[in-house]
Each structure stands twice: as C-alpha cells, then as structure tokens.
C-alpha cells in the first residue's frame, strides 16, 4: 500500500544516530518531525488532521457511543490524558519512524514515535503501565523495548497492572482462562494451561483449559509447530482480542510475541 507521507511542518536533516542511542528503544531510521495535534487515545492521536497509530502497544479502549456502542476499558481516559501530557509538555513536537507496514487496514498510519530529547514514546507510555506490548501488522521494530518496558510497569504495579492487583474481579488487563466469562471479550492478556497444541485444517491450534487460540495459515511462516508444541503442559499468556463464540473464548494470533514464552524476552 502506498505510504501516506506526512507533508506538512517537515524540519530536515535531523537524525538521532544509532551510536548515540544504541539501545532497541533507539530509532532504526531517520526520523521525520513534524508537530502532533492530540491524543484520541492511549495508542492513537492525530497530526496532520490524519489519525496515526502506534505500533507496538495496545492501550484501553475509549467508549464509543455513535456506530457500535462500543464499552470503554478501565484506565482509557487516563491513558488518553498520559498521552495528551505527553505530546504537551513537548511543545507537540514529535519525530516519526515507519516500520515494515505503514498503513492499516482502516487507513491510519502505523508509526513509531519519538520526542527531542530522545525518548521514545511507546516506551514512555508502556513503562508508566498505560498500555499493553503488542505486536501488530508485522511492525516488530523495538519489540524488546517495548516488552521490557511493559515488564518493569508489571513489576512496579503501576496503573493497568496494580488494577489487576486490586481488582481481579474486573478480569482486565489479565485474566485466568478458567475464570473467563461470555463478558471477557475484547483485547486482554489470558493466562492458562496448555493441553493440546495440533495442526488442524488450515489452524495451528493451541487449546487451554477453555480457551482456543488460533493461528491461520497465512501466518505459518513467523511461526515454528516444533516449538508450539513444546508449550503443551505449560503455563502460557496469551495476548490479543479474545471473541467469544459458541460457548467458549478463542483468540487468532498472527505473531509469536503473543505467547509470553515466545516473546523477545524469552527466546
């Protein structure tokens, strides 16, 4: 698909080198600036008049209340504000970098993002426990980063995760599989036991206790059956937008950063 471009408020010739940032938080590529308006959510904003997602993280979902009546997630508002802060307290001013898909489905662009003085803002927001890491549309650049950064909020129990601490009840943003109720749809992260894990018809199929998690053929090749099937008898977390169907919870996952033990932190 053909790169939407940012035009507009362009400054030239700036580019944060690899050497002074030589972390996976650093940016790959040359960066474009260009000034930001605001924050629709915790992982979508506006510049340009253009809507750009970013890559990387899943923040809680805003309540929609025009088309599909869409209930919010606990912490979006504040997710929201985080990111709104964000881009204020830096004068709007942020440093664009594309991936390996540029454009989704619904024609935003896909964009990693940085300030001036170098932070990278998926991390920033990641860290301070207001998003989920999530791999996405093949944009894998700085997937550690952003999985470390998910880590130490986890760790810290800052904001998403001390209400999973606090309010297990609400089954958000991690939830025991056998726990799961028709209600638990939407993106989360479940945790369960894996008791089968099979090829069948045109799915990898990897079943926990009441969960089925599915991978489609037209992503076999990011993964390896030898290695999902090693997970039979453990305990995994699985992360991405449960439906329920049937009776039970299933999942489609596309990259294997959305079984914990597969993701970067863990290879």
């Not at 899943?58 to 508002?77: C, D, E, M, S, V």
């Not at 920033?124 to 207001?130: A, R």
Request: aromatic share 10%; glycine share 6%.
């Amino acid at each position: 698909m053909t790169t939407l471009r940012f035009t507009l408020l362009l400054l030239t010739g700036l580019l944060f080198s690899q050497q002074a940032w030589s972390d996976d938080c650093a940016p790959k590529h040359e960066l474009t600036w260009v000034k930001a308006q605001y924050a629709l959510s915790g992982d979508t904003l506006v510049i340009q008049d253009q809507r750009v997602r970013l890559n990387g993280i899943h923040a809680p979902q805003i309540p929609r209340i025009h088309k599909f009546n869409t209930p919010g997630q606990p912490l979006a508002k504040e997710a929201q504000t985080f990111l709104n802060k964000l881009l204020a307290n830096n004068d709007l001013e942020v440093g664009v970098e594309y991936d390996t898909t540029q454009v989704d489905r619904f024609n935003r662009q896909l964009v990693h993002l940085f300030l001036k003085d170098g932070t990278n803002v998926q991390q920033e927001i990641l860290k301070n426990g207001y998003a989920i890491a999530f791999t996405d549309n093949q944009n894998s650049l700085h997937a550690r980063c952003y999985f470390e950064a998910e880590q130490q909020a986890r760790q810290n129990r800052y904001q998403l995760w001390d209400l999973a601490q606090k309010k297990p009840q609400l089954h958000y943003p991690l939830v025991n599989s056998s726990e799961l109720r028709k209600q638990d749809d939407g993106f989360r992260i479940i945790r369960g036991q894996v008791e089968r894990v099979e090829q069948l018809g045109n799915h990898y199929v990897i079943n926990l206790d009441t969960t089925g998690i599915r991978i489609p053929k037209h992503y076999w090749q990011r993964f390896d059956l030898a290695q999902l099937k090693g997970l039979q008898g453990k305990i995994i977390e699985v992360r991405g937008l449960a439906y329920y169907y049937k009776g039970a919870m299933y999942m489609i996952i596309e990259h294997p950063n959305a079984i914990d033990r597969l993701n970067p932190l863990n290879r």
